[in-house]
T-cell receptor, first 118, second 110 residues
Framework: GAVVSQHPSRVICKSGTSVKIECRSL??????MFWYRQFPKKSLMLMATSNEGSKATYEQGVEKDKFLINHASLTLSTLTVTSAHPEDSSFYIC??????????????FGPGTRLTVL | KQEVTQIPAALSVPEGENLVLNCSFTDSAIYNLQWFRQDPGKGLTSLLLIQSSQREQTSGRLNASLDKSSGRSTLYIAASQPGDSATYLCDDGGYSTLTFGKGTMLLVSP
């Protein structure tokens, strides 16, 4: 199947700093990328959907100024956690999907990024 | 709004047992349903994908079925092994985004 990578896999930062997480589709063009967050012992929560070249669509309750998403190319999307605080510590997972927008094609998941804010 | 329920929330079995994990949806508009496995601190690994035109998929000791009319999917694991211990998640195969269940935490003891 298709491969999606995330970088870094793990990051520890001080409170107040910004952290950028990259999500790349390695062997297909991802017209749509999704960012999820997972709290301990909880299910995945969709944060936002981004279509290449467009502004991301954020889910209710997700601060768009806090979690900046850029999807400038068909193989790369970035999530920047701005002015991170300990409550932002979480496991962030991206997924990517090819095809047309609103396609029913399969989403392929990245391996996730563990963010710890001290 | 789609809600995905997974039962049981946790399951502990001795090695060798066959087991069934359940997933149910409030909205039966399901497209490509997936079952995933998640090991502690790791990302998701896709186990089986059932496309909208299919009713089941098999891979090794795993078999997943989908009944769209009732909004249910089951994951059957045959002859469980300690290496199967993980959290198993299903999603609703939604039209443009996915809604996940909270998962079933499986522990297979030697």
């Amino acid at each position: 199947g298709a491969v999606v990578s995330q970088h870094p896999s793990r990051v520890i930062c001080k409170s107040g700093t910004s952290v950028k997480i990259e999500c790349r589709s390695l062997d297909f063009q991802a017209t749509t990328m999704f960012w999820y967050r997972q709290f301990p012992k909880k299910s995945l929560m969709l944060m936002a959907t981004s279509n290449e070249g467009s502004k991301a669509t954020y889910e209710q309750g997700v601060e768009k100024d806090k979690f900046l998403i850029n999807h400038a190319s068909l193989t790369l999307s970035t999530l920047t956690v701005t002015s991170a605080h300990p409550e932002d510590s979480s496991f962030y997972i991206c997924s990517a999907r090819g095809g047309q927008r609103d396609s029913t094609d399969t989403q392929y998941f990245g391996p996730g990024t563990r963010l710890t804010v001290l | 709004k789609q809600e995905v329920t997974q039962i049981p929330a946790a399951l502990s079995v001795p090695e060798g047992e066959n087991l069934v994990l359940n997933c149910s949806f409030t909205d039966s508009a399901i497209y490509n349903l997936q079952w995933f496995r998640q090991d502690p601190g790791k990302g998701l690994t896709s186990l089986l994908l059932i496309q909208s035109s299919q009713r089941e998929q098999t891979s090794g000791r795993l078999n997943a079925s989908l009944d769209k009319s009732s909004g249910r999917s089951t994951l059957y694991i045959a002859a469980s092994q300690p290496g199967d211990s993980a959290t198993y998640l299903c999603d609703d195969g939604g039209y443009s985004t996915l809604t996940f269940g909270k998962g079933t935490m499986l522990l297979v003891s030697p």
